[in-house]
């Protein structure tokens, strides 16, 4: 096979032209040659590292993948959630020189809300006169060099070639490789399989793998082997391709990339049960201490508000040691519940609350602005296994974060006493304004929804400070005739940070998905999918999270809590500055769930946040009844 390869090399090349006397003599120019090797489903990444290459992690698919829709991800260069297709992906492992049922391929990627072209990567080489071909043997990954007809070439040694071999092959591959060879590798990805091992032998390439898809060492995506294939042939790469070419970062070190799957794939199974087991030991205790302790109920409801705000803080700490799932569930509980007892040892009133939720947000600011290194790992990040979200904070995050901004400011207002309207209005939206921009710009967390749902939370907040609708440490209400213009300023402040935000993104190469996915729109028709794809996800998390119990139990509270709103706003209305916070909070939560692609999942997260919040209110509020 190593022989065949070598004489595909040569079956490349192309004679420049001969003229007469004084001209150059005829040279033969070998155009590059790339090469996708699939190895056994049991390589690892040790063993392409000992081969020689550069080795990594890529991501198969968003969710659970088929090992076909892999394959077709990585001939488009773009990939969708499974569950936006309107029919599923038909079996293709048997076939030659054409992709069976292929009408049948491309009519389903037309129902995708995106710009899906299977095939695109084949056509886009050939219409540079550059042939891609796949040995028969390959059998379904022969779909990554089919072209947009779903013709396939039988291997006779194109320039863009597809084998199923061994590390062994290989090994001998590499051994005689030409210089400008580029060859990858990566071991066969399954249904049951997120991430699988990948390796890569070229010029440039001596660390580990990455990509700015990812911005992750040692982390790539099944869709970024395209442009990195166009890269190496020197042509542009369609705007239809989502992925980014791959490069090589820091030194080779194998056992970084296993650490890092170990820890990627225990997320989705760990987070929830760490998470709920935390929350009902909590409430558990603070149950307990309010029948035995009576008097002690007010100080049990402020701590277990104050343990759900550090329980992000911990699980933070929880990605940086890595630990086994009983120890980290320890850490997250036990860790969240110290704190929260030290806090209110040492704080008084809503000052307790507003150390909370500022540790816990500026912590996860630091992270971000430096790379998002634990964030990316810790239980509630963006889940980078899914292959949907690999850096920032995701919508699980948002949706606490969008809560503790505007509570924590309305608590340390409130805690700080003496502040006027004015200076309240400048706190909300001075804060909201810094943690959009730091949770959204797209060098940091390059997350649009906290574009706009923290700028939300701000202006509600500074809206009910307006003159008019409060009264501030006991001065009476006064109308005031500007109030249609402060609240028409305040309701744009989420327009502005997003512009903001598309600004920063484009003089600095951010490259966000505010900035990929809506500014570089090819049109109306883009921005339609783009929205699309969001209502037709958050429908989706919808129809999952009706499954679980939990849902339906925060929907329960959710309904008591407006039935009694107008007791429960007499709780706050001696601290109107926590009151503004708070509404601020209900209203960011709202926009979250209508903007967000998972709906129910910020529904959950940010009325649980909503729920601690109302529970410290309570607890500050003596001589008032639940």
Same mark, same amino acid.
């Given at each position: ?36 090797? $699939? ?159 990948? !390796? ?93 302790? !009576? ?107 969008? $809560?503790?901004?505007? $509570? ?48 939300? !939370? ?132 709202? $926009? ?35």
């Amino acid at each position: 096979m190593a022989a065949a390869l070598a004489a595909g090399v040569l079956a490349c090349g192309w004679a420049a032209p001969a003229a007469g006397m004084g001209v150059e003599k005829p040279t033969i120019t070998l155009s590059p040659n790339v090469i996708v090797m $699939v190895l056994p489903p049991d390589t690892t990444v040790g063993q392409l590292a000992a081969a020689g290459l550069s080795p990594g992690l890529m991501s198969t698919g968003i969710g659970e993948a088929p090992q076909e829709q892999t394959y077709l991800d990585i001939s488009q260069g773009n990939r969708v959630d499974d569950t936006l297709y309107d029919r599923p992906l038909p079996t293709l492992r048997s076939f030659l020189f054409r992709v069976p049922h292929w009408q049948h391929i491309v009519q389903r990627a037309g129902s995708a809300p995106a710009e899906i072209v299977p095939g695109l990567l084949a056509s886009s080489l050939l219409s540079r006169g550059v042939r891609s071909d796949a040995a028969a043997a390959a059998e379904s990954a022969r779909l990554m060099a089919a072209r947009r007809d779903g013709a396939v070439g039988v291997s006779n040694f194109g320039s863009f070639s597809v084998f199923a071999s061994g590390i062994g092959v290989v090994r001998k591959e590499m051994s005689r490789m030409p210089a400008d060879e580029l060859l990858i590798a990566f071991a066969e990805p399954s249904l049951d399989r997120q991430i699988v091992p990948i !390796g890569i032998d070229g010029e440039g390439f001596d660390g580990n793998l990455s990509s700015d898809s990812t911005r992750t060492d040692g982390y790539v995506l099944s869709t970024d082997l395209a442009p990195t294939i166009l890269r190496r042939f020197g042509l542009p790469i369609p705007a239809e391709m989502d992925g980014e070419p791959i490069h090589t970062s820091g030194g080779i070190d194998p056992g970084s990339i296993e650490d890092l799957a170990d820890r990627m794939q225990v997320i989705p199974d760990r987070r929830a049960p760490v998470v709920i087991l935390s929350l009902v030991a909590w409430i558990t205790v603070t149950a307990l201490v309010g029948l035995l302790f !009576g008097a002690a109920r007010r100080r049990a409801l402020a701590w277990v508000a104050l343990a759900f705000a550090y329980m992000p803080l911990m699980l933070l700490v929880g990605a940086a040691l890595e630990p086994s799932t009983v120890t980290e569930g320890l850490l997250v509980g036990f860790g969240s519940a110290v704190l929260a007892a030290v806090t209110l040892a040492f704080a008084r009133g809503w000052w307790a609350l507003a150390i909370a939720c500022a540790i816990t947000v500026v912590a996860y600011a630091i992270d971000v602005i430096t790379g998002s290194e634990l964030t990316k790992l810790s239980l509630l990040g963006p889940n980078p296994v899914f292959g949907a979200r690999f850096y920032g904070i995701g919508n699980e995050l948002e949706a606490l974060i969008a $809560v503790m901004v505007p $509570v924590g400011v309305g608590a340390a207002l409130t805690a700080k006493g003496g502040w006027g309207r004015g200076a309240g209005i400048a706190a909300f939206l001075g804060a909201g304004a810094v943690t959009a921009l730091v949770f959204a710009v797209g060098r940091f967390g390059a997350d649009v929804g906290a574009a706009i749902v923290l700028p939300v !939370g701000a202006a509600a907040a500074a809206a009910f400070l307006i003159p008019g609708t409060v009264r501030i440490h006991g001065a009476p209400a006064t109308a005031n005739p500007h109030r249609r213009t402060l609240v028409a300023l305040i309701v744009a402040a989420p327009v502005v940070v997003l512009g903001a935000v598309a600004l920063i993104d484009l003089v600095s190469g951010g490259n966000a998905h505010l900035t990929r996915s809506v500014l570089d729109a090819g049109g109306a028709g883009e921005l339609a999918d783009t929205a699309q794809r969001r209502l037709e996800l958050s429908a989706h998390d919808f129809a999952q999270a009706a499954a679980n119990p939990l849902f339906w139990l925060v929907i329960a509270g959710v309904c008591a809590c407006a039935a009694r709103w107008r007791r429960i706003d007499a709780w706050m209305r001696a601290a109107p500055f926590a009151r503004a916070g708070f509404l601020g909070a209900c209203a960011a939560v709202a $926009v979250g769930v209508l903007v967000n692609d998972s709906g129910a999942t910020s529904l959950v997260l940010g009325s649980l946040a909503l729920g601690a919040a109302l529970a410290f209110a309570w607890a500050q509020a003596p001589g008032t009844d639940p």
